[in-house]
DNA sequence: TTGAAAGCGCTAACAA
DNA sequence: TTGTTAGCGCTTTCAA
């Protein structure tokens, strides 16, 4: 089983081995003309025979290009960011490169600190999803191309790609208005670009109509993991409003906290959507798992991966900075009507 | 904002501003003593200003060690894979490692692609989760340490972690036997050696109590993810077994897949668990949302991780192979009894 | 079509 | 405590 566990046999010994010289070996392995094809044949075999792989270490320090790329990512646990990870990583493969994939779990220490690894490595680029850090820029200090998913632009030389969640978030709202007597939101604690592009859109649409926002926005203390816990607040709220006999209408943040507001209204043993209306957003598996099957906002994984891939890879090709593209790049949503609002919305 | 867009600066500029040579730079660099704290504060002061980052493609060349593990995994996007991957990464980080994250899809061909690139990227060492050749052996061809993650043992010095699929299979079958009248076992079309191990240990318990496996293994045609088809074998036995008065229990090879047999007894109006029961396994969060839960195996993927981690990074600082643990550790599961079986199991 | 040689950025003897 | 130097494995002129 074992072909050679000695040491890494390096170009030196496939030259050697070959009678040729290490200039020679290196063009045949990069394909890149001025040999016979005698000696390629030669070399070639004494490759296989030896089972010699390329050292990437030492052609990335030579070349100064380690076709890696680095993501950094909140939560690969996350059913959403798994999905564009994956889809990243498959387009970055097929583009000739490897990814490092780093965790940041929205610490900024965790942050700082993978960004100076993937630095120290010589990373060609960096996709950076949902940064916890909108302070530090992840500056263009080393002069290496970053793309952003889902984050707010902070100059207008950043490439952004992402959901427009502002506009989704009005859809939703609207859809909303047209079905319920009242509306609240539902959020967690955490706090980035996505969800407060969400949350004003709901502020701004109520507005638009001349309806205040005041007191129904609930912040609740939660994880998203932790479905079946009390939330006061939103229960009180939940309550009130059927004692008025009011319908009220749950623009929840994402697709997990729109499964919990669920739970409650069962608890209070509230029927949805006949007593009580609730959106979610993401389009997670989880809104088409629950009963009843949530409506909510499908962010397209698949093309926000593509396009922050490729956007990458074309800003490390060009060398002119001005080449490459700008700004902020919105993929297409869709809003999925299911179970947990009205059948028709009425107009 | 940009601090520094010119070319690297690398360890001899930073000789060069401090006035020292690059031997006392990269001792500074490496914490290795044999300087004077004079000069370390000075070059200290100029990595500062210059906001030089060390290139380890070069450290790693030089000390033929480059901190950096592969994983390949079959999906990240799978939710049991993603959770040990999550708490693979922070592990090894922990440990001083980066992480290289490969999704195989369960192709050999690329796995086979994958493993190359690890390899000239000179990773030192590799897990592989529940591999898809297993007829290929990821050789130690380059003496790198390998710790496999759910996979059978093809030779006594490879190192595996995994939970006792086997053992844990029996649990199930033992508790449906229990509380069900006849019993079946339904899987997909991928067979991976923990689905191997669970139907293994279906059968062979069945076996031990005289009772025939044939005919009660249904091997559906379908992705996990597609949970809505339409699935006649299963849709038969199920409809058979009630028109017979029988109480069927049903063990479904993981939680996707009881899921589906849920929805499946739904379409009937068969309820769970009083005409029919059903198990899962993996743990995964559909079993605790879908109603009826789903009594299952939870995989403890924390204490997997952790394991594979440990042992890796454990193999890779011993240079001594026989020092090194080898063979099959198996890691704790928990059966987790829910509504979807009786609420007691009777002896 | 081939080879000699310089050098990418770093570490580690060894010498001072 | 510091510097000189060789060399990790590779690519790429340049000359032959």
Redesign the interface.
């Known amino acids: 089983?074992?072909?050679?566990?000695k040491k890494?046999v390096s170009i030196k010994d496939i030259a050697q081995l070959s009678g040729v010289s290490v200039a020679t070996v290196s063009r045949i392995m990069n394909n890149s003309g001025r040999y016979s094809q005698k000696t390629r044949d030669k070399v070639l075999k004494i490759i296989r025979e030896t089972?010699y792989?390329?050292?990437?270490?030492?052609t990335?320090?030579r070349i100064n290009k380690?076709n890696?790329i680095g993501i950094l990512v909140p939560?690969?646990?996350n059913?959403f960011y798994?999905?564009v990870?994956?889809k990243a990583?498959?387009a970055l493969f097929k583009l000739g490169y490897?990814?490092?994939?780093?965790?940041t779990e929205r610490s900024v220490e965790r942050e700082t600190a993978y960004y100076?690894?993937l630095?120290?490595?010589?990373v060609d680029g960096l996709i950076s999803v949902s940064s916890a850090s909108n302070q530090m820029?992840l500056?263009?200090?080393?002069?290496i191309p970053i793309v952003f998913i889902d984050r707010d632009p902070h100059?207008a030389s950043e490439m952004i790609v992402t959901t427009d969640h502002y506009a989704a978030g009005r859809d939703l709202t609207r859809l909303l208005l047209s079905q319920a007597d009242d509306l609240c939101l539902v959020m967690t604690k955490s706090r980035p670009s996505s969800t407060m592009d969400r949350v004003q859109a709901f502020k701004d649409e109520l507005s638009d109509r001349g309806i205040s926002a005041d007191g129904s926005i609930l912040a609740l203390n939660t994880t998203s993991d932790k479905?079946l816990q009390r939330h006061s607040d939103l229960e009180n709220f939940i309550q009130i409003k059927h004692q008025e006999g009011r319908r009220l209408g749950v623009f929840a943040i994402n697709d997990n906290v729109a499964?919990m507001v669920l739970q409650v209204a069962k608890r209070f043993h509230l029927s949805v959507p006949e007593d009580l209306i609730v959106t979610g957003f993401d389009g997670m598996?989880?809104a088409s798992?629950?009963?009843p099957t949530i409506t909510t906002i499908v962010q397209d994984s698949t093309a926000i991966a593509n396009q922050a891939s490729q956007l990458l890879v074309d800003a490390i090709k060009k060398n002119n900075d001005n080449d490459v593209q700008h700004g902020t790049i919105h993929v297409p949503y869709q809003l999925a009507q299911r179970k947990s609002t009205l059948p028709e919305a009425k107009k």
Chains 1, 2 share one sequence.
């Open positions: 089983m074992i072909v050679s566990n890494n089972g792989e390329r050292n990437s270490l030492a990335s320090l380690s890696m939560d690969i646990a059913e798994a999905s990870l994956k990583e498959q490897s990814t490092i994939i780093c965790n100076r690894m630095i120290e490595h010589r820029p500056s263009a200090k080393y002069a100059s479905f499964y598996s989880i798992i629950s009963q």
